[in-house]
């Protein structure tokens, strides 16, 4: 009877091991899989062909070749994927702080859809300025950037809301929004109408002196509520507590030259050069492409200027899977250059992974849109597949 007491209790207690060590295994999986760093893991994303997102009335539609946009995939790591990329010579790993600047993760998102929008707006103006075709510039409405916390707006209005209206008042631009609060004293409310992804809605956010609160959040009168308000008097300065950023329409004297792009899901403003490539490509006569797969990145001002991005070898690896044969890079960049805060060495650190990876694609680094069509003018017709 002793023994077979002994012997149920050792059952017991290797059952209880066995149990004990499946579950820190399972503890140690979740640790890896789940559990988050401070982390974003950069890794090659793809490269999109620009000619079925851009559509230009009246367009010469030839292109034997292509132009194509490079992307990067950003993602949240884990313990495992912190390790994995750790390990891949083609990702790159960044701290969440130095990507999000104080940001939320929402507010950086909106930060990407608008600054894509905004390339695409600056790419229309270059290529127009490029072919000499006359053009103006038009509000079409403003887009909440972010809320401040503490402020009218917190929680009540977010980053990515389209502002329709303020009260009755149509909003098209910014000064809308501060016109419309003039009249308005503290602890009014006011209807602010939205469109929130694809549903549009009527929310109320009541008013409060934002130089009060300034005040009381950082012991000075200019702090950080930067929200529209009527901002007339230092004393009183009633408002929301938003950043906005104003969407603009480029509107071509003659319509037969209007632009539409449709990049989908696609964010980020490094697209801006090839968009213009691609839109100059369209307005004018001939193909520019000569039949050659042309990839590359950029961001680009309404004056063509083409300056410095983020995860460029990335992109040379996403260029050359899709077989690119020329990939335009921003050239090197200094300090103080391009509002940089430090030198950045894109030009380069393209020709150095071109190398590493061992591609035939050229890399032809450009500080304007006006480099980059020069040197397509005076390519040779591509005459070879491939």
């Known amino acids: 009877m002793i023994d077979y007491r002994r012997r149920e209790r050792g059952k017991l207690l290797r059952l209880r091991g066995?149990?004990?060590?499946?579950?820190?295994?399972?503890?140690?999986?979740?640790?890896?899989?789940?559990?988050?760093?401070?982390?974003?893991?950069?890794?090659?994303?793809?490269?999109?062909?620009?000619?079925?997102?851009?559509?230009?009335?009246?367009?010469?539609?030839?292109?034997?070749?292509?132009?194509?946009?490079?992307?990067?995939?950003?993602?949240?790591?884990?313990?495992?994927?912190?390790?994995?990329a750790r390990l891949n010579p083609n990702a790159e790993l960044r701290k969440k702080k130095d990507v999000l600047r104080g940001s939320s993760e929402e507010e950086y998102s909106t930060r990407q859809e608008y600054v894509m929008i905004d390339s695409q707006s600056n790419a229309i103006q270059a290529a127009y300025k490029k072919a000499n075709i006359p053009y103006k510039i038009e509000s079409q409405g403003v887009l909440v950037m972010a809320t401040v916390e503490g402020y009218?707006?917190?929680?009540?209005l977010h980053p990515g809301d389209r502002i329709l209206k303020v009260g009755e008042r149509t909003i098209v631009k910014h000064a809308d929004i501060v016109e419309e609060l003039k009249p308005h004293k503290e602890g009014d409310a006011v209807d602010i109408t939205v469109q929130r992804g694809k549903e549009e809605k009527t929310v109320s956010v009541t008013l409060k002196d934002l130089n009060a609160l300034d005040k009381a959040r950082n012991g000075q009168s200019n702090g950080p509520g930067n929200g529209a308000g009527s901002g007339a008097a230092a004393e009183?300065?009633?408002?929301?507590?938003?950043?906005?950023?104003?969407?603009?329409?480029?509107?071509?004297?003659?319509?037969?030259?209007?632009?539409?792009?449709?990049?989908?899901?696609?964010?980020?403003p490094s697209a801006g050069l090839l968009f213009s490539?691609?839109?100059?490509?369209?307005?004018?006569?001939?193909?520019?492409?000569?039949?050659?797969?042309?990839?590359?990145?950029?961001?680009?001002?309404?004056?063509?200027?083409?300056?410095?991005?983020?995860?460029?070898?990335?992109?040379?690896?996403?260029?050359?899977?899709?077989?690119?044969?020329?990939f335009f890079a921003p050239v090197d960049r200094k300090k103080g250059e391009c509002n940089l805060t430090a030198d950045v060495p894109n030009a380069s650190d393209a020709a150095d992974q071109a190398h590493k990876i061992g591609t035939k694609m050229k890399v032809v680094p450009v500080a304007t849109m006006e480099q980059a069509v020069r040197y397509l003018e005076q390519l040779p017709e591509k005459t070879t597949a491939g």
Do not use: W
Request: proline share 5%; aromatic share 8%; net charge negative.
């Open 152 to 156: 009218p707006a917190d929680g009540i």
């Open 18 to 84: 066995y149990l004990s060590a499946f579950l820190a295994l399972l503890a140690v999986l979740y640790a890896f899989y789940f559990i988050p760093v401070p982390y974003y893991i950069y890794k090659p994303g793809t490269a999109e062909e620009l000619k079925p997102m851009v559509q230009v009335a009246g367009a010469d539609t030839e292109e034997r070749g292509t132009f194509m946009l490079t992307t990067v995939t950003m993602a949240r790591s884990s313990v495992l994927s912190y390790l994995t």
């Open 277 to 326: 490539l691609e839109i100059y490509n369209q307005l004018t006569p001939g193909d520019l492409t000569k039949g050659y797969r042309i990839a590359g990145t950029g961001t680009i001002d309404a004056d063509g200027n083409v300056c410095s991005i983020g995860g460029i070898r990335q992109k040379i690896v996403a260029a050359d899977r899709e077989k690119a044969d020329i």
């Open 236 to 268: 009183s300065r009633v408002g929301l507590g938003i950043s906005t950023a104003e969407l603009l329409r480029i509107v071509p004297e003659n319509g037969d030259h209007e632009v539409k792009i449709d990049a989908g899901e696609i964010g980020g």
